[in-house]
């Protein structure tokens, strides 16, 4: 039986959770639910577009909705209120902020009987799970998260919302100092500015106040606060020149010791190299919508995390498949 899966907002990761459901044959778009005039919005496939405002009409014909909106203003809001009547499943990627998400979608879910997925992409998601692997196999050790060159998409959002900004790019970007420590297995003690930095691309409105942009951006609490960040102002023309694409990526590296006495040293690396930041974590969202919908179907409800979801669900294959296969 084919998954139904909704989308609701259409922007980069709404068009790469279209382009993904076409790439796994037990998934189907119901459609897309829209803040926008519904009738004057084209998507990719010639997908059903609906209001967000009627979604509640589509009760009991949705399986799951990956809900595509922004970390800073709109999954806060959005996926505990769409989780009292659907399954659902976001990308909400303000670590410091996970718990208390997580605490009140909790509620909504469960009170509905349904399941709610958060923070699922690569960071948090893949990169989560790695570090726990990593960690729950040489617990003498130290975890290592190193992001980019690339685009993040939440912190260009949250730069998008200040008041002036017309459009924005934010690269994020480790520093190769650190980054070698840390192969070497020296395990250097390393603050959140040693490792990276912040490189910001900003369209400001014809008239802002640049330097209240600039101070905005570099004080934003969870986002640029603790890092170096280089604030640029360009054009429109330069910005969709030069940074039209939205790649991205990363490392996940564990450096442990074992031994009797700690003698021998192991580093554990997982890397991942995006070409497109918000394709890959659509395809994310609708591998764990589909263990989202199975969990569902076997009487599990509540908010869950990547954490709580056996590999077996996310794969199309059958367990005897996988154990032939993979194992």
């Not at 496939?45 to 405002?53: C, L, Q």
């Not at 990169?127 to 998260?145: C, E, M, Q, V, W």
């Not at 056996?310 to 154990?323: D, G, I, T």
Request: net charge negative; aromatic share 8%; glycine share 8%.
């Amino acid at each position: 039986m084919s998954i139904k899966i909704g989308i609701v907002g259409y922007g980069n990761l709404g068009r790469g959770v279209e382009c993904a459901i076409r790439q796994n044959s037990d998934t189907e778009l119901y459609g897309v639910f829209t803040r926008r005039d519904p009738a004057a919005l084209q998507t990719l496939t010639g997908a059903n577009v609906y209001s967000i405002d009627d979604i509640l009409t589509h009760k009991g014909k949705v399986d799951v909705l990956i809900i595509c909106g922004g970390s800073a203003t709109d999954l806060p809001v959005q996926t505990p209120a769409l989780a009292k009547n659907f399954n659902v499943i976001d990308s909400f990627d303000t670590h410091a902020k996970i718990p208390e998400h997580f605490a009140n979608v909790d509620a909504a879910a469960k009170e509905a009987g349904k399941i709610a997925m958060i923070s699922v992409g690569w960071d948090p998601g893949m990169f989560s799970l790695n570090r726990l692997y990593a960690g729950a196999i040489l617990p003498d050790g130290k975890d290592y998260t190193f992001w980019g060159k690339g685009v993040s998409q939440g912190h260009s959002d949250a730069i998008r919302r200040i008041e002036g900004v017309v459009d924005a790019r934010q690269y994020t970007i480790p520093v190769d100092e650190a980054l070698a420590a840390v192969r070497s297995g020296a395990n250097p003690e390393l603050t959140t500015r040693q490792k990276h930095t912040r490189e910001c691309f900003v369209v400001a409105a014809e008239g802002a106040d640049k330097a209240k942009i600039e101070n905005e951006i570099k004080t934003m609490p969870n986002y640029f606060a603790d890092y170096d960040t280089t604030v640029h102002f360009i054009t429109k023309e330069e910005l969709d020149r030069d940074h039209a694409g939205i790649p991205h990526g990363g490392f996940v590296i564990r450096s442990g010791k074992t031994g009797l006495n700690g003698e021998h040293t192991h580093i554990i690396e997982y890397s991942l190299k995006l070409d497109s930041n918000p394709e890959f974590t659509s395809s994310v969202l609708v591998a764990y919508a589909r263990a989202a919908v199975r969990m569902n179907a076997e009487g599990m409800r509540g908010c869950k995390t990547v954490f709580d979801v056996a590999p077996a669900y996310l794969s199309q294959k059958s367990a005897e498949e996988l154990r032939k296969n993979l194992l």
